[in-house]
C-alpha cells in the first residue's frame, strides 16, 4: 500500500551532539503525546470511520505520522551520534544509554517506555475525531516546550516543521468533524448503539 521516498519529509542536518536535548525531543518519538501514538492512533481509527472521505484522511494523516516519527528519530540520533560515554553522563543521558546505548527506542522524556495506551482508538467517529483534535493539540504544545529549551537553529528548523503539521492536522481534523456532524441522522448517529432513540 505505502510507496517509501528515501528522504526526510523536512531535512535534519544537525551539527553539534547534544544527549540532553535528546533527551527531552524523544518524547515526540514514543512520549504520551508523540508520533508513534498519533500514527498508530489513526491508522487505527480508519478502518471504523464510516465515512470514506474521513478514513482517506486518517490514513494520510497517520502515514504523514510515520514520517515525522523517522524525522525526530533522525534528530535524536544525530543529536547523539559520536558522543563520548563521558559526554552522555555529563549530558544527562546515561540512564538511557545503559539500556539502549545511543539506539533509538521510543519512550518519553521521562523514561517511560511507549505504551499503546498512548493512543485511543474508539470506534465512534465523533468520539474519535475529538480525540484526534485534541492528541494534535497536545503534540503541538510539545513541540513549543521543546522548543522553549532548545537553541540550536539545526534542530529548531525541523522541530518548528514539525509543529506546523500538528496545527494543520488540527484543522483537518476540525474540518472532518464539521462535514460528519453534517450528515448525522437518526440512523448513523452513533453507529455502534443501535438502542440510541433521539
Not at 129 to 149: C, F, G, S, V, W
Not at 171 to 187: H, I, M, P
Amino acid at each position: 500500500m505505502w510507496s517509501y521516498e528515501k528522504r526526510l519529509q523536512f531535512p535534519v542536518r544537525i551539527q553539534h551532539p547534544n544527549a540532553a536535548a535528546a533527551k527531552v525531543i524523544i518524547s515526540q518519538y514514543g512520549g504520551p503525546d508523540g508520533e508513534l501514538g498519533a500514527s498508530m492512533r489513526y491508522l487505527s481509527q480508519r478502518y471504523t470511520m464510516p465515512w470514506r472521505g474521513v478514513a482517506g484522511l486518517l490514513t494520510d494523516i497517520g502515514t504523514e505520522e510515520l514520517a515525522h516519527l523517522e524525522m525526530v528519530g533522525a534528530i535524536v540520533y544525530q543529536l547523539t551520534k559520536g558522543l563520548t560515554a563521558q559526554q552522555i553522563k555529563e549530558q544527562g543521558f546515561d540512564a538511557y544509554f545503559v539500556d539502549h546505548t545511543t539506539g533509538v527506542w521510543p519512550q518519553a522524556a521521562g523514561g517511560t517506555p511507549f505504551d499503546a495506551l498512548c493512543f485511543a482508538s474508539k470506534g465512534d467517529a465523533i468520539t474519535d475525531l475529538h480525540e484526534d483534535m485534541a492528541a494534535e493539540q497536545k503534540a503541538r504544545t510539545t513541540y513549543d516546550n521543546i522548543l522553549r529549551l532548545i537553541d540550536d537553529p539545526d534542530v529548531i528548523a525541523p522541530i518548528r516543521f514539525l509543529r506546523e503539521r500538528e496545527i494543520v492536522h488540527f484543522q483537518r481534523f476540525g474540518e472532518a468533524l464539521e462535514r460528519v456532524k453534517e450528515t448525522l441522522d437518526s440512523r448513523n448517529f452513533y453507529a455502534f448503539n443501535p438502542s440510541f432513540n433521539p
